[in-house]
């Protein structure tokens, strides 16, 4: 399941009133596969939608306000949604470059130089969101878009963890591991939408 971090607020819905969220605010479809089910949400500005539905049975700390019936008819219902939404798994990545995306990447940033960790889009994007995923404390992960000058920071187990930009037309980034960070490797999800 994705962690969004601490930054954005996030609002859990059921699917029924997930889906009216969405039709209204028109944002992008996602999702996200566990052993347990599926992650469904999108992001408007600073907020995050959020809806699960599981594949098997219902947690019994859930039934009491979610019964196993309701979620296998929101199940059932979902699945038809599926050409619609964007599965991160799905998404195809470039061999000739392995930083390219069409919309999502989880990266693993090793290194402290913007040199080594450029990740770029096949389109310009208007909205982009990184947060550091698993990160510990003093974990730091800094983005330019250029690849020269530092634009910004993400500081793990902090309000800063994530960050979204909206209306910053761009088609790359470029992410280093601050070298003080006590982690030597840090993941990063990367996402970008139209």
């Known amino acids: 399941m994705v962690n969004f971090g601490s930054s954005f607020n996030i609002r859990e819905r059921r699917w029924t009133d997930f889906k009216e969220e969405l039709s209204i605010r028109g944002g992008d479809l996602q999702y ?9 949400y999108f992001v408007d500005r600073s907020e995050i939608f959020n809806c699960i539905i599981y594949t098997g049975s219902v947690p019994s700390t859930i039934t009491q306000f979610y019964s196993q019936e309701q979620n296998d008819a929101d199940k059932e219902q979902f699945v038809g949604y599926l050409n619609d939404a964007v599965k991160p798994a799905q998404l195809s990545f470039s061999t000739a470059n392995p930083g390219l995306i069409d919309s999502f990447n989880r990266v693993s940033v090793t290194t402290d130089s913007f040199n080594d960790m450029e990740i770029a889009w096949t389109f310009t994007a208007n909205h982009i969101l990184l947060s550091m995923e698993g990160a510990v404390s003093g974990d730091t992960i800094e983005y ?15 309000s800063s963890e994530a960050i979204s930009y909206d209306n910053r037309l761009r ?11 006590p982690s030597a490797s840090i993941i990063v999800r990367v996402e970008a939408w139209r």
């Open 171 to 181: 088609s790359k980034i470029w992410l280093r591991r601050n070298a003080s960070s």
């Open 32 to 40: 996200d596969t566990s052993d347990d089910g599926y992650q469904i």
């Open 144 to 158: 330019s878009f250029d690849g020269v000058t530092l634009h910004g920071d993400m500081k793990g187990r902090t």
